[in-house]
Each structure stands twice: as structure tokens, then as C-alpha cells.
């Protein structure tokens, strides 16, 4: 009998710990599955942010460098120019990239660092008790905010593909969601684009993922899985913000 389903080579037997509903799990798969559609297992190093991520060198069958708060593309910046024929990939949530780290991601960007980017926006801080994140949504009660994000004292949320995009150095910007099986096949196709970028050596490869957080919002995981097409998308609208092409060099 032909298999139709199948565990990635490259993420380990260790059944995943995330909550019930959460996105984590989903998009680990997604990148593995990239891993071995590229046939990289073998020289893949990844920098691991903090957060609910964090514990990703236990589900990836890789080398994983952990790296201190927000400076993921930092230590992976020094993977890559000391290794150069390394396939290096961050995987950071939006507390991480968005907050605790923006100056690391938008001067390695701005560098054209060959790295890819794993970026999931679950628009809140998801380890550390659902503390408001640059990315949370106004009017979105979190355990800092908790009468909703308010313009006046906070922000706007920060839209950080659009950002990243107007930037020479990277080669590659998309949002995707994976929410839905359709929507789960144009994520597939955006990482597997980010890791070409980063093989053509166009610059820096950066995918934003809309992902769920039942437990910081409060939300059974169906309820969750329907806020990111009711709440999240017509904010952070899908779609491929920048692709440099054949001859386009950095
Ligand atoms: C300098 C510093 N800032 C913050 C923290 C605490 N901390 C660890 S994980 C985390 C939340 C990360 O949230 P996010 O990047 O959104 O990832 P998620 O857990 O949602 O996947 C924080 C704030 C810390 N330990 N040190
Ligand atoms: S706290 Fe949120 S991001 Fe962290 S594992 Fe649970 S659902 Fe996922």
C-alpha cells in the first residue's frame, strides 16, 4: 500500500508538546518538510529563539544553535559567514523578532544576509502568559492590555513583512496563514520559496505565518483557528510582498 501521509525525515519521533490548537506544530512540519524536499538535513543549522519555539532542537533532526533573546539572526548572521555552504534557518515568534529583537532582524535584512526567516505571529507573547506583542490587534485584551490595545497608549500593531519587504537586502517577503488546507499550500510553497532565496543567494528569505494562540486568547482551538480569518487576515492581508528573480542580484 502506498503511503499518503508521512512524518518529515527531518523532525524527530518526540511527540510535540505545544497546546491543543496551537500553530507551532503545523508550521515545524512545514519547514521540515522543506528540509527534505531540498535534501539539506545534513548541513542545516538553525538559530532557535526564546519562546514557545524554543525547545525546536528537539523536534528537528538538525544542528540547532539556541540563541540568546531576539538575537536569533545575529547568531545566525555568524553561522552563515563562517559557514557558508550551511543551509541556515531562525524560527522566531513576534515577541522575539517583532519586539525583544527588531533591531537584529531589520539590520540583517537591511545587510541581505542569506538566511531564511520563520516568523509566527500569534499576536501575543505565547510562553510567557499572553503578554500584548507589537503585533496584537487594537482592541485585543491580553494580560497587559486588558482592556484591548489602545492606538493613544500603544501603537499601532507593527505589519512586519511589509516593513522588511522595502528593503534592498532581502530577496524574498511573503504572509502566510494556515488556517485552512488551501491556505496551509500557499504557506508550503512560501517556505519552500524562502529556502530557494536563500540558495540562489538573494538575500534574506522572510515568511510571516499567521498562527493561533488558543491558550493566551482565551479560545477554544476552532474558535481560535476562525479569529485568524475574521481578525488577523483583513489586518495583515496574505500575499507575496517582494520576490527578486533570476538574474535580479543582490
Ligand atoms: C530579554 C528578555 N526579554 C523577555 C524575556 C521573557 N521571554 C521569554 S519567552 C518570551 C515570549 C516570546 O513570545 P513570542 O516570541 O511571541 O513567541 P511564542 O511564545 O508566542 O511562540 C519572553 C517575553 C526574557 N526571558 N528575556
Ligand atoms: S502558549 Fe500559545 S504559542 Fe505557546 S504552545 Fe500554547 S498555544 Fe502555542
Redesign the pocket.
Known amino acids: 500500500m502506498k503511503p499518503v501521509f508521512v512524518r518529515p525525515q527531518s523532525l524527530t519521533d518526540k511527540p510535540f508538546h505545544f497546546c491543543p490548537g496551537c500553530h ?1 506544530g503545523v508550521i515545524h512540519r512545514l519547514v521540515a518538510e522543506a528540509i527534505d524536499r531540498f535534501e539539506v538535513r545534513e548541513r542545516t543549522i538553525a538559530a532557535a ?6 525547545f525546536l532542537y528537539d523536534y528537528f533532526d538538525i544542528d540547532v544553535v539556541e540563541s540568546p ?2 538575537r536569533a539572526p545575529a547568531v545566525a548572521t555568524g553561522i552563515k559567514r563562517t559557514n557558508p555552504d550551511k543551509f541556515v534557518f531562525i524560527y ?6 517583532a ?2 529583537g527588531t533591531a537584529e532582524i531589520i539590520h540583517a535584512a537591511n545587510r541581505g544576509e542569506n538566511l531564511t526567516v520563520v516568523f ?1 505571529n ?1 499576536t ?5 502568559g499572553g ?1 500584548m ?1 507589537p503585533t496584537t490587534l487594537l482592541g485585543q485584551p491580553t494580560t497587559t492590555s486588558p482592556y484591548g490595545r489602545e492606538f493613544g497608549q500603544d501603537g499601532y500593531p507593527i505589519k512586519m513583512t511589509e516593513m522588511l519587504a522595502q528593503l534592498e537586502g532581502v530577496g524574498f517577503a511573503a504572509r502566510v496563514a494556515v488556517d485552512t488546507p488551501a491556505r496551509l499550500a500557499q504557506a508550503r510553497k512560501a517556505v519552500f520559496r524562502a529556502f530557494e532565496t536563500q540558495m540562489e543567494e538573494k538575500g534574506m528569505g522572510f515568511v510571516e505565518i499567521l498562527s493561533s ?1 488558543p491558550t493566551n486568547w482565551g479560545m477554544k482551538p476552532v474558535e481560535a483557528v476562525r479569529r485568524i480569518e475574521r481578525e488577523m487576515i483583513p489586518y495583515f492581508p496574505l500575499g507575496v510582498y517582494k520576490e527578486r528573480k533570476g538574474s535580479d542580484a543582490l
Not at 49 to 54: D, K, M, R, W
Not at 124 to 128: D, F, I, K
Open positions: 507551532h529563539s526564546v519562546g514557545c519555539s524554543v533573546h531576539g522566531q515568534g513576534d515577541g522575539d523578532l519586539a525583544i509566527v500569534n501575543v507573547y505565547g510562553m510567557t503578554q506583542a494562540c
